[in-house]
């Protein structure tokens, strides 16, 4: 996981909805990783990507299947 100490609790008066937007934009991609490789780096491997915004914090996170000890 992925915290920042910055949610909806921050917004200046009248601009409500700039850290949903901002934890949306994370997930959208940048040049050097365009949208959706994370997405399919994270399910090749069984797991989901995820993120919410509450009144204090904006976090990101991956939910990965267990993985198998060797014998």
């Not at 100490?5 to 040049?31: M, N, Q, R, Y």
């Not at 399910?43 to 990965?64: P, R, S």
């Amino acid at each position: 996981m992925v915290w920042y100490k910055v949610g909806s609790a921050d917004e200046p008066a009248g601009k409500s909805g700039i850290a949903h937007f901002f934890e949306h934009l994370i997930l959208k991609g940048t040049v050097r990783y365009p949208a959706g490789e994370l997405d399919a780096a994270v399910a090749e491997l069984g797991g989901k990507l995820n993120a919410f915004t509450t009144a204090d914090v904006t976090a990101f996170f991956e939910t990965m299947p267990p993985t198998p000890c060797p014998p």
